[in-house]
């Protein structure tokens, strides 16, 4: 075999890079809270842009196009939207739990600094429609891909997004002008914001939990025994992220750049009784500085 | 207003951090040809999967699972149902492009190291479906996410990564015991390559182009005319990626890491000619080391 079949690559991602990839993903919030008036350069929102483009598509057939919505009136119409929307979902709701669905803050169409509709049209690729002679889903798959990059490159950048799925799509359609043949995917409010909540807003008012993951993993078939290495070694990951001798010198030796929404000793006890991942901790071990944290706990 | 809420925050994302999420997304490639026959550790797997399950998802659902699968037989039998897919989409596709279709690799499915079934479980937030009301296909969207973020991640730790989309989803799930209200999001061949193409695969063999991302920005409606900024600020930093003078220096300056496809002149012609990304140009980049891009063309 020649050896650039078996050589291991230079692919110019040292610990440092493999962490930030990581940090984005385990700090990436779905935000509605705590967007700020300020504007958004168009410098990052085409960096923003470019990723989203660069996602991948079936056939790369890059089904997406992006509507940026900045008119205030326009903006207040899609939250009309959304409200309507919410009380209609609300009897869905089990019982003991819309008391609390009605406190949740779930968009910030008019406090972010701009909207962002990402569509899908599913005719680009009329004629060739490699991929999705089978599964004609995927060219809405891709788009939500794009959308995924965008938000990831958007916490990189330090802007918030939050995903508004409470919304009747047809009526959106009308409000924006979207042909038949387009679907919109994901409304997206973007903006900087005051903090990145060190939890997802529903972990933080009780809605849920974050689920084990070595329960979601499964061997050969759906439900399949096995793994168990792997299992372990997931487990042994999240454990060590909760382990208090490794948070503490975040906790005791840097003040917060933001404010924190739980107190550290809370969100450390929260932690211990769990082998739930640790968002708290990433957050304030994130502001340490750029390195110190996944490094210190995915080795 | 209060410090806080107008303050910038410091989020741990210095220049090099924003670089690496920046590079793991243009460089991401869906792999189906250089596959290694090198075993992934666990380790590198419990990351990706940790990554993957921190995706966001409709109403804190969660509602993926990760079958993984090793064994060369059940793979073989994958693969027979990706050949079968192939022969039916085949006639789907137009005249001219069926001899390229017919050349063209679109799966790995066996020389991967291992491959993962990505699923969604449509009941998983039975009694609760918040934001999935009016658009109950947000979980499959969610799962997406899932899949992004595995394939990035990937894509930092030097793993490659393929989703096979031509595959008949009933047969899928018979052949890996998937019950009737799961559904199977993406099959991914998974492991260790010994190159990352500089380009998406059916770029170089002319199946189709990179689109020109000013053309795909709107404003305020669909076909709105406007952005004009922002698309200039887009193409500006196409041109400046393309530019002789910025990629010159990797390219003279550094013996590439791993083979090219494409000679480094042909490539810089090509991106010459066009404002779209050139995706070769990166790639040779990010191999000088760390930071050195996207920093050099993305300020």
């Known amino acids: 075999m020649p050896e650039h079949m078996t050589a291991a690559i230079d692919d110019g991602f040292d610990q440092n890079a493999r962490d930030?990839?990581?940090?984005?993903?385990?700090?990436?919030?779905?935000?509605?809270?705590?967007?700020?008036?300020?504007?958004?350069?168009?410098?990052?929102?085409?960096?923003?842009?470019?990723?989203?483009h660069?996602?991948?598509?079936?056939?790369?057939?890059?089904?997406?196009?992006?509507?940026?919505?900045?008119?205030?009136?326009r903006r207040e119409r899609v939250r009309d939207l959304f409200l309507a929307a919410r009380e209609q979902e609300l009897p869905a709701i089990e019982a003991e739990k819309q008391a609390l669905y009605r406190k949740l803050k779930l968009e910030g169409i008019c406090e972010s600094a701009l909207n962002i509709c990402i569509t899908c049209d599913r005719q680009?690729?009329?004629?060739?429609?490699?991929?999705?002679?089978?599964?004609?889903?995927?060219?809405?798959?891709?788009?939500?891909?794009?959308?995924?990059?965008?938000?990831?490159?958007?916490?990189?950048?330090?802007?918030?997004?939050?995903?508004?799925?409470?919304?009747?799509?047809?009526?959106?359609?009308?409000?924006?002008?979207?042909?038949?043949?387009?679907?919109?995917?994901?409304?997206?409010?973007?903006?900087?914001?005051?903090?990145?909540a060190s939890k997802p807003d529903l972990e933080t008012h009780g809605w849920g939990r974050r689920l084990p993951l070595p329960e979601l993993i499964m061997s050969e078939t759906f439900s399949g025994e096995g793994e168990t290495q792997l299992k372990s070694t997931v487990a042994r990951l999240?454990?060590?992220?909760?382990?208090?001798?490794?948070?503490?010198?975040?906790?005791?030796?840097?003040?917060?750049?933001?404010?924190?929404?739980?107190?550290?000793?809370?969100?450390?006890?929260?932690?211990l009784s769990s082998l739930n991942f640790d968002d708290a901790s990433v957050n304030r071990a994130s502001q340490a500085g750029s390195g110190t944290w996944p490094a210190m706990v995915l080795k």
Chains 1, 2 share one sequence.
């Open 20 to 52: 930030a990839v990581y940090r984005a993903m385990f700090t990436r919030r779905d935000v509605r809270s705590h967007f700020l008036p300020t504007a958004i350069d168009d410098d990052v929102l085409a960096r923003l842009l470019l990723a989203a």
């Open 238 to 271: 999240n454990t060590v992220s909760a382990a208090p001798d490794t948070i503490r010198p975040a906790d005791q030796g840097v003040a917060p750049a933001v404010p924190q929404r739980e107190p550290p000793k809370e969100a450390s006890a929260l932690s």
């Open 124 to 196: 680009r690729s009329k004629g060739s429609p490699l991929g999705r002679w089978h599964n004609p889903e995927m060219d809405l798959y891709s788009t939500v891909c794009a959308v995924q990059n965008f938000w990831l490159a958007a916490r990189a950048e330090g802007v918030g997004v939050g995903w508004v799925s409470i919304i009747e799509a047809e009526a959106l359609k009308r409000l924006l002008a979207i042909p038949d043949h387009v679907t919109p995917i994901a409304y997206l409010c973007v903006g900087r914001v005051s903090e990145f």
């Open 54 to 73: 660069h996602a991948p598509s079936v056939g790369f057939m890059q089904p997406w196009n992006f509507i940026v919505i900045r008119d205030i009136e």
